[in-house]
């Protein structure tokens, strides 16, 4: 698609439920990122995706926190037994390559969802 | 360590010049990045500078690097109603993929 897209764009849950989020990024980008922006907080990483490798999950908060990323391109973020804390917004990006050690290739992000655990 | 800062808030009139201050602490970071997220919205790469440049201008915009202070700026030009928005900093090192951001300096311009 032309840019990254994310879905829900809101979800209001019960305290203790899974939920599932999903990102489509752009068609061709080998690299995706999952991002958490809490209220008045910056963005902080949660699990990185490049190509057929082995993701960094080095991010995810808890064990509650899963993604996947199938034939490379869709990914999903699942969190089981939410909690209150786990109230944000999650941001998808996406890039053209990791850029490590390249030029920059820049993300480009999507519009978030945002999450509300009641 | 990785830490980004940022002030957290500024006010200007419209039509005056805003610039908005960020301190960085690794001096390994290779690229520095202004983001603008407005109300609803994901992050929209504004620009980016190369660590080995000590300014860059693309419009309205004007980075400034500091690299000795560790110093990054970004000055907005005849600032209008619609640059409001929150601003985030943002680090990379140019062996990593990871985007290091600031808290973010919520802009507000004033008719």
């Known amino acids: 698609g032309a840019g990254v897209s994310q879905s829900p764009s809101n979800k209001v849950t019960e305290k203790g439920k899974d939920v599932e989020l999903r990102c489509d990024p752009i068609s061709g980008h080998t690299a995706l990122y999952w991002y958490r922006q809490s209220l008045g907080q910056g963005l902080e990483f949660l699990i990185y995706?490049?190509?057929?490798?082995?993701?960094?999950k080095s991010g995810l908060p808890s064990d509650r926190f899963s993604a996947e990323r199938t034939g490379g391109s869709v990914s999903t973020l699942t969190i089981q037994r939410t909690q209150q804390e786990d109230s944000a917004v999650y941001l998808c990006?996406?890039?053209?390559?990791?850029?490590?050690?390249?030029?920059?290739?820049?993300?480009?992000f999507g519009s978030g969802t945002r999450l509300t655990v009641v | 360590g990785e830490d980004v800062e940022q002030s957290l808030f500024l006010s200007v009139r419209e039509g005056d010049s805003s610039v908005i201050n960020c301190t960085y602490t690794d001096s390994s970071s290779t690229y520095l990045y202004w983001y603008k997220q407005e109300p609803g919205a994901g992050l929209q790469l504004l620009t980016y500078?190369?660590?080995?440049?000590d300014m860059k201008q693309d419009q309205r915009l004007t980075v400034l690097l500091n690299k000795k202070d560790k110093h990054l700026s970004l000055r907005i030009a005849d600032t209008q109603t619609g640059d409001s928005a929150i601003y985030f900093c943002?680090?990379?090192?140019?062996?990593?993929?990871?985007?290091?951001f600031g808290s973010g300096t919520r802009l507000l311009v004033r008719p």
């Open positions: 500078i190369f660590s080995n440049m």
């Open positions: 990006a996406s890039s053209p390559s990791s850029g490590i050690g390249g030029r920059d290739s820049g993300y480009t």
């Open positions: 943002a680090e990379r090192m140019d062996s990593s993929y990871k985007l290091i």
């Open positions: 995706f490049q190509g057929n490798s082995a993701p960094d």
